[in-house]
């Protein structure tokens, strides 16, 4: 006993703040919401047992449930690639031998650090009316405007823009796995009279493999995440017509505008699920297609 | 060995191919570099907008592209700052004191974290430190109904304890990654000439590993310092006073007063919003560009 | 000053064990090293000794303390790393100090020792420097005054010299051989160099796979290695080796090499018939020798006071000859050489030295 308080006690007291944040903060509100999620809780009174009341609801009657699944997975399909297409080429550019690329960099990154702010998300709203800059550059080139936001057909794409411009943080990643690709590789290609087309699909793609596969892990839980923008751009609502109603703007209204605790942790728990399952298979179907240099650090 | 003569065309040839390609790769450049600058233009574009229309009278704000103001409305700044209920001051301190105290929180927490991952071994480390990295991919929405409970029975809400004590308990398992990152490129034999030399782990952490990650924690400190500036989700459910607003649940209160129509009033104080993140992005890019580097994330 | 034991010391990771029942003496003031190729656990068991591994098994005493349970710095010794491991944010002076600091030594007695090692190592112009204005012999030299301050009774080396240049490699060993003559303290020293440990040791631990091969001076492990793995470690260049069948007589046995015409070894106590001979390059004479073979020379590598001639015997097999080099040779050349019957080393299928009991006999 002793020799194991040896071993272990300076760990152990250096991760206290972290284990009882983890046992506090995250595994035990898991786990609760888990047990809310069979209940009726109004917050007023005591939490009241429903058993599967909450999931036979969410699946079976909750028109607003799907209308929230399709808005959050069409958003995740549309701002995802078009986010990690941007950044790759924009990485590509910046990789060869440019020698202002510190200045692009910091131009291209910047954005991705306002873009959770209410500053940006309330600018947005505005660029994107009836009788916003948009539609007043579109005019420039002879194209008929729309409101954009007001209309329930356009307005995701309006958030689509909105993430494509952040596109910044997953262009650094890139940037720093080209860093790390031979460029003897490129060279030996170029001898050898391999072209262009051909270097990018049988050396880049390959060994940037690992890279794109992590951004795009990362990439999918930050969409299934995104909140402010959402929040605020439907006045917090989801309108108009739910075509703004992201899961995660649902989930929020629920629980804190109409207090169905127990419904909301439901809406938490499928949330777990669905983000856990996309992790798991991204992760699952990476050895088919991702090729790691070194498997051991 | 050939002879002079048949050599001399073979080189000058070779030359010729080589200013060719040389132009070739020069005209490439600034085909790149004006695409560069027109993406950039595109990007930097809705910032200029949002401060030009800070600066604008009220009809000039929409239906113009244009960046120029007629005059410039320096008023929208004064007269926004106290626009609502509360002057700005007040919102701007609120901000401050949380931010402040969460990046504190953030660096003491997640360097313990990331030293005892990194560094120290115990029995259940690997465990641990898989259960961190999946807190990584959990949404804050899943936990948070239960912590609205747990913090609503504590008799926590309208106080910032909501938003500052869960950073002092390691909670943002991503600062903890980036320090763990860099912690383990320090070479382990520092640590080891240390215990020779006398040092418990305690003070090795103090003494050895944190001098030499000042450029960790300096990039830390500035995500962070950035992403509770920003935050939004946990005020907006934490804070029903307004007395105890943050900056970003105060630029929401525009909105909430649209009829008034205080457009220019409301980017005003959206500009100024975000001065803090632009003037620490400024001073502080090559911090922020290597901890994406290293810890490969946001 | 103290000597060290090991007793039965085993070092296993979960369920790989890659050091067993290892027992080893170490006398006070001697100079021993650790050599072997990489992996076979002579790092290990140097920081096992240090304390910054677990020991497993067994025990490990320093003088007449059992320290298995020992934080390193209780240890009394001090290690000179690899990578010098200077701490980079602080001075030299602070380097050397710190320690001391760590013991709550007198200030005035830190001040003695820091100048007194910065004089015996000469880097008194460089204590306000730090790490990183420092040439890779310079770090060394603080790595190593680091570790004299404290005036241990044990100095632990890990590959101190790899990372330097070759002279400068030859340079400071020389000096940590003058070192050592002046303190007269124990030292343990690891190396995977065997020239470094030839020139070095009072004695030399040969470890291979978590196990001693051998122990022994350097001019026994030289002259009288116990087991193959030995004889072809110690010694550049390397033995010739060849197998060879041997068949007991009256007085001993008989050899028969298949590139060599069969002799007799008096005293050889061979009960195995197949062998393996060993002779060292300098062993063959030129045109000489009791048992003498032909050879075309393959390449020449002259090396200034001496020549190496790799030789191709009819069989195919090569041999290697260390000769003057005085002489030219050429590739291509017909040459006659050959050894007498003291200078070979016989081994067992095991790999165990066979013994010659009578050194000399007659043939």
Known sequence: MKRFLRRNAAGYVFLTPWFLGFFLLALGPILASLYLSFTRYDMIGAPRWDGLGNYEYMFTRDRRFWKALTVTFSYVALAVPARLIMALGVAMLLDKGLRSISFYRAIFYLPSLLGASIAIAILWRQLFELDGVVNDVLALFGIQGAAWISNPDTSLYTLVVLAMWQFGSPMLIFLAGLRGIPKDLYEAAEIDGTSKRRQFFRITMPLLAPVIFFNLVLQTIEAFKTFSSAFIISDGTGAPADSLLFYTVFLFNEAFKFFRMGYASALAWVLLLIIGFFTAITFLTSKYWVHYENERD | ?298 | MAGLTLRNVGKSYGKVTVMSDLNLDIHDGEFLVLVGPSGCGKSTLLRMIAGLEEITDGTVQIGERVVNDLNASKRDLSMVFQSYALYPHMSVRKNLAFGLQNMKMSKVEIARRVDEAAQILQIEELMDRKPRQLSGGQKQRVAIGRSIVREPSLFLFDEPLSNLDAELRVQMRVELASLYNKLGTTMIYVTHDQVEAMTMASRIVVLRKGKIEQVGTPQELYTRPENLFVAGFIGSPKINMFSAKAVPNAGGATLDLADFPAFDVAGLQAAQEDVTVCVRPEAFTLGGGEIRTTGTILLVEYLGSEALLHTQTKSGATSLLQTSGQHDYAKGQEIEFGFGPADLHVFGADGNRIEITQTEGGA
């Open chain 2, 1 to 298: 060995m050939k002879t002079n003569a048949t050599d001399m065309p073979d080189q000058n040839t070779a030359l010729a191919l080589k200013a060719a390609r040389k132009k070739r790769e020069a005209r490439s450049r600034i085909y790149k570099h004006i695409f560069l600058l027109l993406v950039s233009v595109i990007m930097l574009y809705p910032l200029a907008w949002l401060f030009a229309a800070s600066l604008k009278p009220e009809n000039e704000i929409f239906n113009s592209i244009g960046l120029w103001p007629s005059e410039f409305k320096w008023d929208n700044y004064t007269e926004g700052w106290n626009a609502l209920p509360l002057s700005f001051t007040v919102f701007y301190k609120n901000s401050t004191i949380v931010t402040l105290l969460s990046v504190i929180g953030n660096l003491l927490s997640c360097s313990f974290a990331a030293y005892a991952f990194a560094r120290l071994r115990f029995t259940g480390k690997n465990l641990f430190f898989g259960l961190m990295m999946m807190t990584l991919m959990i949404p804050y929405h899943v936990v948070l109904i239960p912590q609205y409970v747990l913090f609503l029975k504590l008799g926590w809400v309208d106080t910032y304890l909501p938003l500052i004590v869960p950073r002092f308990l390691a909670s943002d398992a991503f600062f903890i990654f980036l320090m763990v990152q860099f912690f383990r490129q320090l070479p382990r034999e520092l640590d080891e000439a240390a215990m020779i030399d006398g040092c418990s782990p305690y003070k090795i952490f103090w003494v050895i590993i944190l001098p030499l990650s000042l450029p960790a924690m300096g990039t830390a400190a500035i995500f962070s310092l950035i992403w509770v500036w920003e935050d939004f989700l946990a005020p907006l459910i934490y804070l029903n006073d307004i007395q105890s607003y943050t900056v970003p649940l105060a630029l929401r209160l525009f909105l909430d007063q649209e009829g008034q129509s205080a457009y220019g009033q409301m980017f005003a104080m959206s500009v100024l919003s975000l001065v803090p993140v632009i003037i620490f992005f400024a001073a502080f890019q090559k911090l922020i560009v290597r901890g994406i580097a290293t810890s490969g994330m946001k």
